[in-house]
Structure formats: C-alpha cells, structure tokens
C-alpha cells in the first residue's frame, strides 16, 4: 500500500490543483481504502481529491494518464511494477519512493524522481520538486523524452537483448 502516505504529503502541499487516486483495489485491502475515504471526506466533498477504486478500463486508463501531470507510486515494498512502464508508455513523469528495483528504473531528474518510503513528508518535498523542476515546467519536451527513453530501454527489442547476448555467450563456450 502506501496511499495513506501521499494523502498525507498531499495535505502538506499548498495549492495543489488536485488528486487523482485510480485503480482496483485488491481483495482483502477493503476495510483498508474504507478508512482512506473516511480520513479524506473533506477532501473528497470539495472536489480536492478523485477517488476510482475500481477496475479502469484501458481506454479510460489512457485518458487519466494523458491528463496526469506526474504518476506517483507510494509502495512501501514491490519487487517492480507494470504501472511504471505504462506511465513511461505515455511519457508521464513519475514519483516513486526508492524500492525494489524502482532506483534502476528511474532516471532522477530525467524521467521522475526518487523518495523515501514510508515518510510523508519527503514524499511532499520530493512532489513540489518536481512541479518547480523543468520536468514539470516543459512537460510537453518531457512527455516526448520519457516515450523515447522508454523505446530505448524497456522496448520489446531492447528487452529481447538482454537473453540474446546470455545465448550467444552460451552458445560461444559450448562450441570451444
């Protein structure tokens, strides 16, 4: 999970516009996102924050990415994440805090930025870094940049080098 932190960073961030929080929530984590929603009624009835705790279509998944401003993954722990290459699928920028294999996916500065996990107000700092960074300020330039970085490193080719080079080394000392 890690929800709780970004509604937390997210009250201790002045004028932001808003937050969207979007995706199916997993069984057994129920009573979880029910206290999430109590914490934020406030939020929730002026508009300040959009709850989707449902299943999002592909189509609709494309639309609130194309409309976000930066992705933000809060997980206290996660191996990797499918999330991520989506967002970097439509160039967004992302926050994310420094687990798993987060740090070897991020390119800090270029592509998002690195937080701690579990710490609100880092998460804050690390938000209202971004939205005074040119990340933010020329995110058309970056949208295009993410996409290519993106095709660069975690395209079906560039994916499909990794094992390549592992079979022909393989291949190589079987023939010696």
Excluded: W
């Amino acid at each position: 999970m890690g929800v709780e932190n970004l509604l937390a960073a997210f009250e201790q961030l002045i004028g932001m516009d808003g937050l969207v929080i979007a995706g199916e929530v997993q069984k057994g984590h129920e009573k979880y996102m029910a206290g999430l929603k109590q914490t934020v009624t406030g939020q929730l009835e002026r508009g300040q924050i959009t709850l989707r705790t449902e299943f999002i279509p592909d189509a609709e998944v494309e639309l609130l990415l194309k409309a976000a401003s930066v992705l933000v993954l809060p997980y206290y722990e996660i191996f990797q994440s499918g999330v991520l290459f989506m967002g970097y699928a439509f160039g967004l920028p992302l926050i994310t805090t420094d687990v798993g294999s987060f740090r070897a996916e991020i390119a800090e500065g270029r592509t998002g930025y690195l937080c701690r996990p579990g710490d609100p107000a880092d998460l804050a700092r690390t938000i209202e870094a971004y939205f005074a960074s040119d990340l933010y300020r020329d995110l058309g330039t970056t949208r295009q940049d993410i996409k290519k970085y993106a095709e660069i490193h975690h395209s079906g080719s560039a994916v499909a080098e990794l094992p390549r080079g592992v079979y022909i080394a393989l291949i190589g000392r079987t023939q010696a």
